[in-house]
């Protein structure tokens, strides 16, 4: 039988990533960047703590970190504002929380948490959820807190256009070039603990230049985010459109629950054929129970680690998983 492991998986996005895109020393603030994340995230596990506050935890390291699509480093709106998404689910019991398009939260992941305990519900939004997040006395941070230059400079290149940019992709989805950002999009983690218990998160400030309210899979529970203790913890990184009509998060863990597939079939099968067949690009990080995990991407590269019990830590950004 196997020995289970407590173990840790981040990603900061999938898409176009290649080492031609990146020098040394931007490589080398992107791999502190995620070994920040890991670290803040397993120092709870390796004490014998809980997978959920693991996952939170690594999370809010990448939100506070302009580097990501996530928390301080959004991407601006059509109107030139930060509108949030975020979700957390727990494998133990099924319990889960999401929150989409609030503005100001320091950390959307904190709030989509506090939404699973404190509410009585599942998935808040907007103005609603910015009051409830007052109400829990979360910490709430000013516009200019969450400019970023570079960001900005994205934005105005289409702003006056009628195109939506993916961050972790160099062209828009109408296929006309714009200008190439170094930074990738969404944001999360998945966890096994010392009891077995599955965690899984994810955060993003979505598509440059959105508008009309878009929501990505990032905060919906079995598209971009699902944690079930019977198979895995997944979150997901992507073209979201896409990730919501195949409900790519779920779908994995139904293959591994109705199929007997392993996490590594599972996760293939997902991301390599079904969401690859339907047009959709992008990946997702996953661990089972066991805490086994496993990455799987269809895109050029994701930015992703990991560490384990058994004393394995990975930090990697290009090719194939």
Same mark, same amino acid.
């Given at each position: 039988?196997?020995?289970?492991?407590?173990?840790?998986?981040? $990603?900061?996005?999938?898409?176009?990533?290649?080492?031609?895109?990146?020098?040394? =020393?931007?490589?080398?603030?992107?791999?502190?960047?995620?070994?920040?994340?890991? $670290?803040?995230?397993?120092?709870?596990?390796?004490?014998?703590?809980?997978?959920?506050?693991?996952?939170?935890?690594?999370?809010?390291?990448?939100?506070?970190?302009?580097?990501?699509?996530?928390?301080?480093?959004?991407?601006?709106?059509?109107?030139?504002? $930060? =509108?949030?998404?975020?979700?957390?689910?727990?494998?133990?019991?099924?319990?889960?929380?999401?929150?989409?398009?609030?503005?100001?939260?320091?950390?959307?992941?904190?709030?989509? #948490?506090?939404?699973?305990?404190?509410?009585? $519900?599942?998935?808040?939004?907007?103005?609603?959820?910015?009051?409830?997040?007052?109400?829990?006395?979360? =910490?709430?941070?000013? +516009? !200019?807190?969450?400019?970023?230059?570079?960001?900005? +400079?994205?934005?105005?290149?289409?702003? +006056?256009?009628?195109?939506?940019?993916?961050?972790?992709?160099? !062209?828009?989805?109408?296929?006309?070039?714009?200008?190439? !950002?170094?930074?990738?999009?969404?944001?999360?983690?998945?966890?096994?603990?010392?009891?077995?218990?599955?965690?899984?998160?994810?955060?993003?400030?979505?598509?440059?230049?959105? #508008? *009309?309210?878009?929501?990505? +899979?990032?905060?919906?529970?079995?598209?971009?985010?699902?944690?079930?203790?019977?198979?895995?913890?997944?979150?997901?990184?992507?073209?979201?459109?896409? *990730?919501?009509?195949?409900?790519?998060?779920? !779908?994995?863990?139904?293959?591994? =629950?109705?199929?007997?597939?392993?996490?590594?079939?599972?996760?293939?099968?997902?991301?390599?054929?079904?969401?690859?067949?339907?047009?959709?690009?992008?990946?997702?990080?996953?661990?089972?129970?066991?805490?086994?995990?496993? *990455?799987?991407?269809?895109?050029?590269?994701?930015?992703?680690?990991?560490?384990?019990?058994?004393?394995?830590?990975?930090?990697?950004?290009?090719?194939?998983?």
């Amino acid at each position: 039988m196997n020995k289970k492991k407590t173990t840790l998986c981040i $990603h900061g996005g999938a898409g176009n990533i290649n080492p031609s895109m990146m020098n040394a =020393e931007q490589e080398k603030s992107y791999r502190q960047s995620l070994k920040e994340a890991l $670290h803040a995230g397993y120092s709870i596990l390796e004490k014998g703590g809980a997978a959920m506050d693991a996952v939170v935890a690594a999370i809010s390291s990448l939100e506070d970190n302009p580097l990501f699509n996530a928390g301080r480093g959004s991407v601006f709106t059509k109107k030139g504002l $930060h =509108e949030m998404d975020a979700a957390v689910m727990d494998g133990s019991n099924l319990a889960a929380g999401a929150v989409a398009g609030v503005r100001n939260i320091k950390n959307p992941i904190v709030l989509a #948490r506090e939404i699973m305990l404190h509410s009585g $519900h599942v998935f808040l939004s907007g103005k609603g959820a910015g009051e409830f997040a007052l109400n829990r006395k979360l =910490e709430f941070a000013p +516009d !200019d807190y969450f400019f970023n230059k570079e960001r900005y +400079d994205q934005w105005i290149a289409i702003r +006056d256009s009628d195109f939506y940019q993916l961050d972790h992709k160099d !062209d828009n989805l109408k296929g006309i070039p714009v200008n190439t !950002d170094h930074k990738f999009g969404t944001v999360g983690a998945v966890a096994c603990d010392v009891s077995g218990n599955l965690a899984a998160g994810t955060s993003t400030g979505g598509m440059t230049n959105k #508008r *009309f309210g878009r929501i990505g +899979d990032s905060p919906v529970i079995g598209s971009g985010t699902y944690a079930n203790n019977k198979t895995c913890a997944i979150s997901c990184t992507g073209h979201g459109e896409f *990730f919501l009509r195949s409900v790519v998060a779920y !779908d994995v863990s139904c293959m591994m =629950e109705y199929k007997g597939f392993s996490l590594q079939q599972a996760c293939d099968e997902v991301v390599q054929h079904k969401l690859k067949k339907l047009g959709g690009e992008g990946g997702l990080i996953s661990v089972d129970a066991w805490g086994n995990y496993y *990455f799987s991407f269809n895109s050029s590269g994701m930015y992703r680690a990991m560490r384990n019990s058994e004393g394995n830590e990975e930090v990697a950004f290009y090719g194939k998983p």
